[in-house]
Nanobody, 129 residues
């Protein structure tokens, strides 16, 4: 499976923006979706956003980031990016990319997202007030 490396994290003030990037060695060719998760301090890892890789350009977002974050892909560079705008202090976390996101649709109104592929080392994002 693809090995991934995240980059682009840093420290920003409330309301600011950051752009994260996930690069895959060997590409994402065999995956359905690639996505981002995050782990806030002292909390469990949670889903942030995902995008389909080979089939269309379907995007998924958690309610916490919807309308503020934008996930995109560049198939020529084998990268998935996460544009984060209007950042809040609660967005502070280590952000991880996963090369194979499974989307459970047992309840289509509330899909479940699981990272089944390789995890990167994570990139920290700190939003200060």
């Amino acid at each position: 499976q693809a090995q991934v490396v995240e980059s682009g994290g840093g420290t920003v003030q409330t309301g600011g923006s950051l752009r994260l990037s996930c690069a895959a060695s060997g590409g994402f060719s065999s995956t359905y979706a690639v996505g981002w998760f995050r782990q806030p301090p002292g909390k469990e890892r949670e889903f942030v956003a995902a995008v389909t890789w080979n089939i269309g350009n379907i995007t998924y977002y958690s309610e916490a980031v919807k309308d503020r974050f934008t996930i995109s892909k560049d198939r020529t560079k084998n990268t998935v990016n996460l544009q984060m705008d209007s950042l809040k202090t609660e967005d502070t976390a280590v952000y991880y990319c996963n090369s194979n996101v499974h989307i459970g649709m047992s309840n289509p109104m509330f899909p479940k997202f699981h990272g089944l592929g390789a995890w990167g080392q994570g990139t920290p994002v700190t939003v200060s007030s």
